[in-house]
């Protein structure tokens, strides 16, 4: 790799405080928590996502494209609608839930277990329930 002469050269190999004062306390805050806890709620907020979606929706409404297996999968889970997805979409900013959405049919929800709770999760459900019906 060759080196860059002057002021550039400093700026591409020292990191800007900026940048990684968060990612201290980032790190910091996942230290403290501990990745074993985390991992085990990711695990529990997702499988209560996936048990709702199984248990208010019928697979001609809402389909989980995210493999089942807690080994193959993160936190998010893609759900497929057979239903207009700007609908559920716009809806779904309406009540504050952030959702990311892909084109044509899919919205790929994430329960972050450093900042969800099974009550946000159950809310979304909820919400969900009123778009649909």
């Given at each position: 790799?060759?080196?860059?002469?002057?002021?550039?050269?400093?700026?591409?190999?020292?990191?800007?405080?900026?940048?990684?004062?968060?990612?201290?306390?980032?790190?910091?805050?996942f230290?403290?928590?501990?990745?074993?806890?985390?991992?085990?709620?990711?695990?529990?907020?997702?499988?209560?996502?996936?048990?709702?979606?199984?248990?208010?929706?019928?697979?001609?409404?809402?389909?989980?494209?995210?493999?089942?297996?807690?080994q193959?999968?993160?936190?998010?889970?893609s759900?497929?609608?057979?239903?207009?997805?700007?609908?559920?979409?716009?809806?779904?900013?309406?009540?504050?839930?952030?959702?990311?959405?892909?084109?044509?049919?899919?919205?790929?929800?994430?329960?972050?277990?450093?900042?969800?709770?099974?009550?946000?999760?159950?809310?979304?459900?909820?919400?969900?329930?009123?778009?649909?019906?």
């Open positions: 790799l060759p080196l860059m002469k002057g002021s550039k050269g400093y700026a591409q190999s020292c990191s800007s405080v900026f940048g990684t004062v968060p990612l201290f306390a980032s790190l910091e805050l230290h403290s928590i501990g990745m074993t806890k985390l991992i085990k709620k990711q695990k529990l907020l997702t499988g209560f996502l996936e048990y709702l979606i199984w248990e208010n929706f019928d697979s001609t409404t809402v389909q989980i494209l995210t493999p089942p297996t807690t193959d999968r993160g936190c998010q889970l759900l497929s609608f057979t239903m207009n997805l700007d609908a559920v979409f716009g809806e779904m900013k309406k009540h504050g839930i952030v959702v990311d959405v892909r084109r044509s049919h899919v919205i790929r929800v994430a329960p972050a277990p450093l900042y969800n709770s099974f009550n946000d999760v159950f809310r979304f459900v909820s919400v969900l329930k009123k778009i649909i019906n």
